[in-house]
């Protein structure tokens, strides 16, 4: 029996009010079993980007429930949510968003530093060998070209051992070949360190990557189903 890692219940987000008001998430519920590696799919404005920010606890939800690994996010206070983002959670960004003047090694280390910890080092050897930029780990951010900078993100992402990694758009500032390594490297992780992943995209080719693809559209879960296996799951 596979494990929950996360559930979803009747998460609903709502900004303005009276005639402005807008619902972004209408009522969204689902789960994600450990290490499964799900797509969220839809078009501009569909809610995938707010569902990103709650799962991560960057945003708040208007109602509804968010756990990872039993524990209710949202029940927590700001400082312990605060930890949480920190430990649980590995964003990884479309921009990458690294520190200019850190090298790739302090960028990856970097979460683990601020939460007060001393970095593993056999575990960043293990990781920058995973990565493919071992002899890039001095090098500063504008010295790696855009896939070496994603790997970088990807690398702080997957160092905390987060429960959960959420990106958004990993490869839309990608050419397609860099594309095509990020999402190999991403499957990689997935499967060796069975890190559960949620990636949203607009890339066909990266959602059929991966085991799972669930599509949103005007803040509701219109599908949602596994790939390669011939199953569907009921929304």
């Given at each position: 029996m596979t494990m929950e890692l996360l559930r979803i219940e009747n998460l609903c987000k709502t900004?303005?009010?009276?005639?402005?008001?807008?619902?972004?998430l209408d009522n969204v519920s689902f789960t994600v079993p450990k290490g499964q590696m799900a797509a969220v799919v839809g078009p501009s404005g569909s809610g995938k980007s707010t569902l990103l920010h709650i799962l991560g606890g960057v945003d708040r939800p208007t109602s509804g429930k968010v756990y990872l690994d039993g524990q209710d996010v949202f029940a927590q206070n700001a400082k312990n949510l605060a930890i949480f983002r920190r430990r649980q959670v590995g964003l990884i960004?479309?921009?990458?968003?690294?520190?200019?003047?850190?090298?790739?090694?302090e960028n990856i280390t970097l979460p683990v530093i601020m939460?007060?910890?001393?970095?593993?080092?056999?575990?960043?050897?293990?990781?920058?060998?995973?990565?493919?930029?071992?002899?890039?780990?001095?090098?500063?951010?504008?010295?790696?070209s855009g896939g070496q900078q994603q790997r970088v993100?990807?690398?702080?992402?997957?160092?905390?051992?987060?429960?959960?990694?959420l990106a958004d758009e990993p490869t839309g500032n990608l050419d397609s070949k860099s594309s095509a390594e990020i999402i190999e490297l991403l499957?990689?992780?997935?499967?060796?360190l069975n890190q559960t992943m949620l990636i949203i995209t607009h890339d066909e080719n990266i959602a059929?990557?991966?085991?799972?693809?669930?599509?949103?559209?005007?803040?509701?879960?219109?599908?949602?189903?596994?790939?390669?296996?011939g199953g569907v799951q009921n929304v």
């Open positions: 900004y303005g009010k009276g005639e402005n008001e807008v619902k972004a960004y479309q921009f990458y968003n690294l520190i200019p003047v850190l090298n790739a090694e939460d007060g910890r001393k970095p593993d080092a056999k575990q960043l050897e293990g990781l920058l060998e995973m990565l493919g930029i071992k002899e890039r780990r001095l090098h500063l951010p504008s010295q790696l993100s990807i690398g702080r992402a997957l160092f905390t051992s987060p429960g959960v990694i499957r990689k992780s997935n499967r060796e059929l990557k991966c085991d799972r693809i669930i599509t949103i559209s005007d803040g509701k879960i219109t599908a949602d189903r596994l790939t390669g296996q």
